[in-house]
């Protein structure tokens, strides 16, 4: 099912594997229209099945930036949104190593490493197409409920529904890292097109919040309610309640 609600451009599939495919035919789709395109990228459960179907993907001349990254965290460790990225999809495309750009969670200074970041963004034209998922709380990268939208690149502690819900990667709850450096909602709303991905019951309740809610930096994805380019690809069980809603 694809409908337009508002600037939202829905598509729903009935399951994972289906909205998986459809997603990576836009990424590749985006790819093939313009070689040299600059992807911002997400980490997560989420997005797992659309990497394996990039594979194959000529990304001889494609440029990516993460969303996020863990802080402290070594390059190496297995929970390292690097580890994930490479393991993933990096080791297994034709991308230049030098096109790969995650924030590091090896950094000493993390200011300094969060301008940098910006500005290496906005150095490579900004990004075209903008990949995310949504967490339990509504955040889109690590932009967890805050008093206000952080605009930029920034070090922030994740909220205990982040720690919660990403300790079924760790051996415990204390073993997540209590802080990251992430994209700001302002970075990612510059995206000239955003593809925000929901799978599964448990994204439900949040979707219907994110898409039909209040804008509201507690629930830093509703930003997205406002930007001109956003298309929402669910699979059947995360669309239910904004289906019933609409
Ligand atoms: P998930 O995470 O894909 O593992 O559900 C999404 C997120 O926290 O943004």
Redesign the pocket.
């Known amino acids: 099912m694809d409908i337009n609600y508002k600037k939202f451009k829905v598509i729903v599939r009935e399951g994972y594997e289906s909205i998986c495919a459809v997603v990576a035919e836009i990424i590749a789709g985006q790819i093939a229209t313009q070689p040299d395109s600059v992807l911002g990228l997400?980490?997560?459960?989420?997005?797992?099945g659309v990497y394996k179907k990039l594979v194959g993907t000529d990304f001889s001349r494609v440029t990516c930036f993460n969303?996020d990254e863990y802080h402290p965290i070594e390059r190496t460790n297995h929970q390292s949104y690097h580890y994930f990225m490479m393991q993933n999809l990096f080791n297994r495309v034709n991308i230049n190593p030098d096109n790969i750009n995650i924030p590091s969670g090896e950094a000493v200074d993390f200011a300094a490493e969060c301008d940098a970041y910006e500005e290496k963004i906005a150095a490579s034209g900004g990004i075209d197409l903008q990949l995310?998922?949504?967490?339990?709380c509504g955040?889109?990268?690590?932009n967890e409920p805050a008093a206000i939208f952080p605009k930029q690149t920034h070090y922030v502690a994740l909220d205990s529904s982040?720690i919660e819900?990403?300790s079924r990667f760790f051996e415990s709850t204390d073993k997540v890292p209590k802080h990251a450096i992430t994209m700001g909602v302002g970075t990612i709303f510059s995206a000239r097109h955003i593809l925000l991905?929901?799978?599964?019951s448990?994204?439900a309740d949040i979707v219907e919040k994110v898409v039909l809610g209040d804008i509201d930096p507690q629930v830093s994805g509703s930003i997205l309610q406002l930007h001109p380019n956003v298309t929402l690809a669910m699979d059947a069980a995360a669309a239910v309640k904004l289906l019933q809603s609409l």
């Open positions: 997400a980490t997560g459960s989420t997005p797992l969303l995310l998922g949504i967490g339990p955040h889109v990268g690590f982040t819900a990403n991905m929901a799978t599964g448990h994204k």
